[in-house]
């Protein structure tokens, strides 16, 4: 329940979105502003991201995982209220950044805090829930388009925007139910409000004990040290900010460098393998098909929402069932088979231009739909997910923060160069580009991904280092970590705890 309450945060995020992307078409009317402006105004989103995101790992640390999206709120309130009574557009890019910071902190922290809190058994199907909540969010972002869009042009974009106010109010509600992270407790020394929280989110109280034993371990606390409250703060070596750069950056081990590797490749994948592409492009698919209003096209990416949204949370039942990597390579071959057969659609259409293809138009909207059920079901979700449980407790809050500037970064070039390498290679070229993009991610997570699946987060460490020998799920048993059986894991637990 904890996880679930956490999550909402993420609505946050999709309502943003979703919200922009029709609003941006009256707020061009209502200013008379470019093209250009336009544009600044829906991809600058991504640079404000990145300042959020770089803060919000250090702010966690500091204050705690709860309180710092209390704070993610709290801002984001202060830019819906900016936005929904902007008198220019200068004033409604003010808003537009305050917002942005607290989309940052939104997007670290709910995956961060649903892995802390969940047992290993669920924790797959508790850090997706971010994402369907921001599926839910794109889909209240659309739906406020379509309610909103026949008041008079300049109240309507302000209500769209204005009105996520509420969602930043229950949010702010919402956190002040749920306890701190356990792992952020103990290394706070708080022993006692760290076992009430993990004893609530375990299985059995057995599992509550090795979760408990295991955080203290990391932290550098002995394990049968049983006062509800340490004598003075502690924390895992390397958690001021600069030593946790370069423990990332600069001096990784072999185990921290491939988790890098991983979740630095998974973002840039999950960016660059056609998502913008398929929706920039769904409403001009949706016209040849014959629809032509734009009360209709908005009601038809109101479907597109509704797909993507419920393949999220078919998602969300199979991550601890058939495991991460599975579902993660299934999810990309089909997002490698759909874009390039929408890009050969695409192409037949722009051969035949002067013929109606009927065909040739269901076959483009069947593989829009079918790509975003394809990424719904993987690549989507297991990105938090993923990035969310693998990093070391000491370097958790900065790696994911990382993971997201990386994300941001690459989904701004890529939405800000779309239009141009349409016009280059055309559409269908585009799409065929797309496609390759999916194989070559296809292989690169074959390759370089273990299967997390069942296991704890201070086990994460060792199941990396050791590039094409993962612990699948098939053999996990007999590869288990640190117990002595496999040298070079049982190397790699020890080199963590004499890091310690």
């Known amino acids: 329940m904890y996880a679930v309450l956490a999550s909402m945060a993420s609505i946050l995020l999709g309502y943003e979105e979703g919200a922009m992307n029709g609003a941006v078409i009256f707020i061009k009317d209502d200013f008379k502003i470019s093209d250009v402006a336009v544009?600044?105004?829906?991809?600058?989103?991504?640079?404000?991201?990145?300042?959020?995101?770089?803060?919000?790992?250090?702010?966690?640390?500091?204050?705690?995982?709860r309180y710092t999206m209390v704070l993610a709120g709290v801002i984001f309130f202060?830019?819906?209220?900016?936005?929904?009574?902007?008198?220019?557009?200068?004033?409604?890019?003010?808003?537009?950044?305050?917002?942005?910071?607290?989309?940052?902190?939104?997007?670290?922290?709910?995956?961060?805090?649903?892995?802390?809190?969940?047992?290993?058994?669920?924790?797959?199907?508790?850090?997706?829930?971010?994402?369907v909540f921001i599926n839910f969010g794109v889909l209240l972002g659309y739906i406020s388009n379509l309610a909103f869009s026949k008041l008079p042009l300049n109240l309507g974009w302000r209500c769209m925007l204005g009105i996520s106010v509420f969602p930043s109010v229950l949010l702010i509600i919402v956190v002040f139910m749920i306890p701190e992270s356990p792992h952020w407790l103990v290394m706070q020394g708080q022993i006692g409000k760290a076992k009430w929280?993990?004893?609530?989110?375990?299985?059995?109280?057995?599992?509550?004990?090795?979760?408990?034993?295991?955080?203290?371990?990391?932290?550098?606390?002995?394990?049968?040290?049983?006062?509800?409250?340490?004598?003075?703060?502690?924390?895992?070596?390397?958690?001021?900010?600069?030593?946790?750069?370069?423990?990332?950056?600069?001096?990784?081990t072999p185990s921290v460098r491939h988790i890098l590797i991983a979740a630095v490749g998974l973002h840039f994948f999950q960016q660059t393998s056609g998502l913008d592409a398929v929706f920039s492009y769904s409403p001009m698919i949706?016209?040849?098909?014959?629809?032509?209003?734009?009360?209709?096209?908005?009601?038809?990416?109101?479907?597109?929402?509704?797909?993507?949204?419920?393949?999220?949370?078919?998602?969300?039942?199979?991550?601890?069932?058939?495991?991460?990597?599975?579902?993660?390579?299934?999810?990309?071959t089909g997002n490698m088979i759909s874009l390039a057969v929408l890009g050969f659609g695409l192409m037949v259409i722009n051969r035949h231009s002067h013929v109606e293809l009927t065909w040739a138009v269901g076959l483009c909207i069947a593989m829009v739909l079918a790509y975003v059920a394809f990424f719904s079901i993987g690549v989507g979700p297991i990105t938090?997910?993923?990035?969310?449980?693998?990093?070391?407790?000491?370097?958790?809050?900065?790696?994911?923060?990382?993971?997201?500037?990386?994300?941001?970064?690459?989904?701004?070039?890529?939405?800000?160069t779309l239009l141009s390498l349409s016009n280059a290679i055309t559409i269908s070229g585009a799409f065929f580009l797309f496609a390759g993009i999916a194989a070559t991610s296809c292989v690169f997570f074959y390759v370089v991904f273990p299967e997390t699946q069942g296991r704890t987060l201070e086990d994460m460490e060792g199941l990396f280092g050791n590039l094409g020998r993962f612990p699948t799920k098939r053999n996990r048993d007999r590869n288990d970590v640190g117990n002595g059986n496999d040298d070079d894991n049982g190397g790699i637990q020890l080199e963590r705890n004499e890091q310690v």
């Open 197 to 252: 929280v993990i004893d609530k989110t375990s299985d059995s109280l057995e599992e509550a004990e090795q979760r408990l034993a295991n955080i203290k371990e990391v932290v550098g606390i002995p394990t049968d040290y049983s006062d509800d409250v340490v004598p003075f703060q502690v924390s895992p070596r390397g958690s001021h900010t600069k030593e946790v750069w370069k423990e990332l950056f600069l001096r990784p």
């Open 286 to 332: 949706f016209e040849m098909a014959g629809i032509k209003s734009d009360s209709e096209k908005l009601l038809a990416l109101v479907a597109v929402g509704f797909t993507k949204m419920v393949f999220i949370l078919v998602a969300t039942f199979l991550l601890d069932r058939i495991g991460r990597r599975l579902l993660l390579l299934i999810s990309v």
């Open 39 to 65: 544009e600044v105004l829906v991809g600058v989103i991504n640079l404000y991201v990145l300042i959020g995101a770089a803060l919000a790992g250090r702010t966690s640390d500091f204050i705690g995982r």
């Open 384 to 416: 938090w997910v993923y990035c969310s449980e693998i990093f070391p407790l000491k370097l958790r809050a900065q790696g994911a923060s990382a993971g997201v500037i990386v994300n941001r970064v690459t989904h701004g070039v890529v939405s800000m």
């Open 78 to 131: 202060s830019g819906a209220f900016l936005m929904g009574f902007a008198t220019s557009y200068a004033s409604l890019m003010l808003g537009r950044f305050i917002a942005g910071l607290g989309v940052g902190y939104a997007f670290v922290l709910p995956p961060i805090y649903s892995a802390e809190v969940s047992p290993a058994s669920s924790r797959g199907f508790f850090t997706s829930l971010p994402e």
